[in-house]
């Protein structure tokens, strides 16, 4: 058995006692290794196809149901996504759905990389652009629109720029952002390029 220093996120609302916790990327390939860790992966299915981790199943945040997650077996559970956004959202609806402790990857894929561990990838099919990059890309461009309209045609368009703007400062503050969950649902985000292999380990599919 490994020994983690874990950090309490925080805890899972309209639950009692039901919290998540965050593990290093080292940590996490430790667990997977010796079996400990069942790994779920809450970023969308072109995400998941185009870079993943080993033995992780696919369990996109947009269609997250966990009554449908499998028996343990006594494994820990730990979610992950891009960068910890989204699965701090994922860990806290099933720890208040299930009441039991879900851990997290700090800092998601990103992390995992960043330490130099191996990732699977597809080498058929277009990369895709994480969710939070579009959402990026959009809040870049509706802001850049404002300010080039209130510029040639009326003042007024900063409001517009400002829209943008206050999007993402909420998304910061709260870590929630509306606007990734909607892309999120979009057709290019849920379904998988033809040319690609499936999602494997899905865990939908149970």
């Keep these: 058995m490994t020994t983690a220093t874990l950090e309490p996120t925080t805890p899972a609302a309209s639950t009692g006692n039901s919290d998540t916790l965050l593990i290093d990327a080292t940590t996490l390939s430790q667990w997977l290794q010796n079996g400990e860790a069942y790994l779920v992966d809450v970023r969308e299915v072109r995400e998941h196809s185009s870079q993943r981790i080993a033995g992780a199943c696919l369990m996109p945040l947009s269609a997250l149901e966990p009554s449908r997650l499998p028996n343990l077996a006594g494994r820990k559970l730990v979610l992950h996504c891009l960068s910890g956004a989204r699965s701090q959202q994922a860990a806290g609806r099933i720890a208040a759905a299930t009441g039991q402790t879900v851990y997290q990857l700090r800092g998601g894929i990103t992390a995992w990389t960043n330490a130099g561990l191996p ?42 720029s400002g829209f943008f703007a206050c999007g993402l400062l909420m998304a910061g503050l709260t870590g929630l952002c509306p606007l990734a969950m909607l892309l999120a649902k979009m057709p290019w985000n849920r379904t998988a390029p033809t040319a690609a292999k499936p999602a494997a380990g899905s865990c939908c599919a149970r």
């Design 119 to 160: 990732v699977l990838r597809d080498s058929t099919g277009p990369t895709m652009f994480a969710v939070q990059r579009q959402a990026f890309v959009v809040i870049g461009l509706g802001v850049l629109t404002g300010l080039i309209l209130a510029y040639t045609l009326n003042l007024g368009w900063l409001l517009f």
